[in-house]
């Protein structure tokens, strides 16, 4: 384990960095900290790694990785053209959590695209991650780093919790920014598909490129859907249901829960929370606010579990910038369950 926050010297912070880039190069597999979520990661040239990190994460095999890169210079390697879709994209968003499909160069192991003509890259915003990839100087594929049907970890208590033992290092740089994965652009044609919502909103895609495309649904013949969104995702142990309503409302769904006799959670903001009795109550921030709401989602998610909650409730944001991918993930943590007010 190596910790590297904010306040360390920057000699002992350059050390550990170079330990964890060459543990990269020689093969091992490292978490590290993005801006998104924790990441798992290993060389894209080294096939072991790449075999520890399905392994390790009990990843299906067919579901493709994204190469993490310190720097552009780094796409020649992997791309075998920058489409200028694509070259507006990285002008406008890179380095930051938008992940670009491209046309992929033979040399990168299909393995890691899962037998796709395309690759998943993505150059964070993380300093600490740049640092990182930049230091290791090979393209690092690393998806979450949380065992398969468990939450994103946003800290590296989270990838302990799920990985202990199964990776060779994890570099604590602290809390992650956004909370919840980058957004998965398909940047290959000359409308921009976006095959997963995340921290670039598809507001912010549509002003710098004038359209945008979202592939909502699985069998869209025009564009296959990301091939990890047909995987089921996170699901609490509890049974969740999304709240759409007011407050007393809320507070009626949970009392009818407690009087079947079942342990609650309610997940919403500390002012809301102040007026709900749930047998556990979990902060999605202080007051209603989008960006702190995504940033605590996962942990949120996890406390539940924790608390052993049987019935879950989470309160609803709106689904315009961020709040499309916040809801895009609390909806399939729900799988779907809305329980709205008349
Ligand atoms: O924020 C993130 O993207 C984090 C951090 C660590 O960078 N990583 C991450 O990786 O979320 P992962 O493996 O959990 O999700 C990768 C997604 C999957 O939905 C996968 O199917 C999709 O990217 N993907 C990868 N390569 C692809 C390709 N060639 N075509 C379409 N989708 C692809
Ligand atoms: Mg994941």
Known sequence: LWTIHQTLPADLRNQRIQEAAKALQDGKTIAFPTETVYGLGGSAWKPDAIDRIFSAKGRPN????????????????????VPKLAETLMDAFWPGPLTLILPKRPEVPERVTGGLNTVAVRLPGHKLARELLQASGVPVAAPSANRSGRPSPTTAAHVEKDLSGRVDGIVDGGATGFGLESTVVDATGTTPVILRPGGITSEAIQKVCGSVEVAEKEDNEAHPQSPGMKYTHYAPDGDLYIIEGSTAFFQKNITSAQKAGRQVAALADDKELSELKPDTAVSLGAAADTNEAARRLYAALREADEAEAEII??????????????????????????????
């Open 313 to 342: 409730f989470a309160r609803s944001y709106a689904s315009d910038g961020i709040g499309g991918a916040l809801m895009n993930r609390l909806e399939k943590a729900a799988g779907g369950k809305y329980l709205r007010e008349g």
């Open 62 to 81: 067919d579901n493709p990785l994204i190469l993490h890169i310190g720097s552009k210079n780094q796409l020649d390697e992997l791309v075998l053209q």
